[in-house]
């Protein structure tokens, strides 16, 4: 294993301790409960959003702790979800009184410890589960779809909407609202190694891609041969296509994702096949994004999501957000 | 070779289409000769700012072209400079008619390219040369010191300056400032493939580093085992302070810069470690910056940068940015 550590107890501790001070106009980091807080956290009379998982997927979730974006961030171990404690200390830490949001990925230990978390928080909460991913109904950790890259967009278009004064009530029917208007699909070229393993997560043969992979690895729909970079992108394309069912010459958010390990300007080239996929069959795209922003520690891959946007989601994707990871308008 | 591509003569062009589509508010790609310009060029008054290079090192240079950056990106093929024909089709078409500045990175190929291109130019040009690596004085292409990471410092600085009005003289001698102010030296754990090379570009035993690795891959200083975090950031940053002598208390940009391969955990550990190493030498840091910005493909790796600060930089490097890749104040 070739990693920057120094001791595998110490990677989450060390590498928060250099987010918050990197990002100090920004967040703060608490220890023992840990979690990541917005700086001046809690904002009075606005829903407090709080994401929360396994860390190896940065900057999901901290990245996006922030104006406009996510009050509160629990980071749990590599892959493994954050506890309760976690959990309630943030809910305390950042409540302004007009209760908080949960966004949680679709994952059987991320629910069960939001869950007993949320029975043990006094204050007006509710909940938004993403499961964007397309790739497979149910997975190694998960019953139903797995949320995957698509969580950005929910955690962006619900802060939006706390930061220009929604309740509780909206926001959780408009995350709900962005979730279903959302599909992803990954591919694999690699495998990562969680560090407390030592070992590469799974094996894929030199010319194998890993067609839908999870996340964490979760195997996908099916293993292949490595084909062009336009095959992958249709063969991800198509299957977010024909689920999201894409109403044509609607305005799309087109989002190309990097896994960790991917250059830039492979994500590039993969999102200029996946554009045109989409011009050809009229799917409008009125909103990029394209960089690493849900990661599976180093693997090499992507994943491609498509969301139906309209007005009012276009406004506030474009609202102002100041995260480590996303920064627009201010 | 696995890498997301159609065809190897395609990469830099459909990457570039892509990055185009992806950002176009902000840029504009030509093509036959290649550069990117930034939306709305010329700016009438504004010096003009021009680099460029190799590819391979996204998101440098495309990614730093727009308002208070770069006007101009001329991306050669893969780990190979741009060509005369690009920058004087980029300096054509971005000179507000106060002048152009060349900034290049220290290597023979880049330096001579520029040369014959500025003699093609028939307008006010100057050039600043970068050489911020400490690791090594002459290298595999280069005579004298690289030009590394600290580059986006220098087009950061100077960007902000030639937004703020300074006429081509002063750009000249603030990016030359910056330049002499700013020290660099990185470490590889993998090598990187280029795509028409389809193998990677040097090897390395599975407990080796290459500690003072160029960007390109070139040899650094020495080949050693891997250590831990700590040591490998104090003999990058022991290497750098004996050489750009910080004043004690003086304010300091610390920028930890990942190859294109390394986990943004990471790469927060490593901006720990070394700002652990500063606090105990008493190197204030003001700034800082924690990312992918300079990458060799999918090196895994990083390096450090540090930057002497004054009151004049610290402005100049919180000026608004608005680009792919750095965007901050807009």
Redesign the interface.
């Known amino acids: 294993m070739?990693?920057?550590?120094?001791?595998v107890d110490q990677?989450?501790t060390?590498?928060?301790?250099?987010?918050g001070?990197?990002?100090h106009d920004i967040v703060r980091v608490r220890m023992d409960p840990t979690f990541v807080a917005r700086a001046g956290a809690p904002v009075k009379g606005k829903v407090a959003l709080i994401s929360g998982g396994g860390?190896?997927h940065?900057?999901l979730h901290a990245?996006f702790v922030g104006k406009g974006m996510l009050d509160a961030a629990c980071p749990g171990q590599?892959f493994t979800s954050c506890t309760p404690d976690q959990m309630v200390a943030a809910a305390e830490a950042v409540d302004g009184g007009s209760g908080v949001l949960f966004i949680v990925k679709n994952y059987s230990g991320d629910l069960m410890n939001f869950e007993m978390a949320a029975d043990m928080i006094s204050g007006d909460q509710a909940t938004v589960v993403t499961n964007d991913d397309v790739a497979v109904e149910d997975s190694t950790y998960t019953t139903g779809r797995r949320g995957v890259a698509g969580t950005v967009v929910v955690e962006k278009m619900v802060g939006a909407a706390a930061d220009k004064g929604a309740d509780l009530a909206a926001c959780k029917a408009l995350g709900e609202r962005v979730n279903k208007a959302t599909r992803s699909m990954g591919v694999a070229?690699?495998s990562c190694t969680v560090p407390a393993a030592g070992k590469p997560t799974f094996q894929l043969g030199?010319?194998e891609?890993e067609m839908g992979v999870g996340i964490h690895g979760e195997p996908g729909r099916k293993r292949v041969k490595?084909e062009?970079?336009?095959a992958?992108a249709h063969t991800l394309m198509s299957a977010i296509d024909g689920d999201l069912k894409p109403k044509a010459g609607a305005p799309h958010l087109l989002f190309v994702n990097g896994f960790?390990?991917?250059?830039?300007?492979?994500?590039?080239?993969?999102?200029?096949?996946a554009?045109r996929y989409c011009e050809a069959r009229n799917i409008k795209?009125a909103r990029?994004?394209?960089g690493?922003y849900v990661?599976s520690?180093?693997m090499?891959g992507?994943s491609l999501t498509l969301v139906a946007l309209d007005d009012e989601l276009i406004k506030l994707w474009d609202h102002p957000v100041h995260t480590a990871a996303l920064?627009?308008?201010?």
Chains 1, 2 share one sequence.
């Open positions: 070739k990693k920057f550590i120094n001791s990677v989450l060390e590498s928060l301790r250099g987010f001070a990197a990002h860390s190896g940065e900057p990245g590599v070229l690699t030199e010319d891609v490595l062009k970079a336009d992958i960790g390990g991917t250059p830039s300007m492979e994500l590039y080239l993969i999102y200029d096949a554009r795209i990029s994004l394209v690493n990661t520690l180093e090499q992507c920064r627009w308008g201010v």
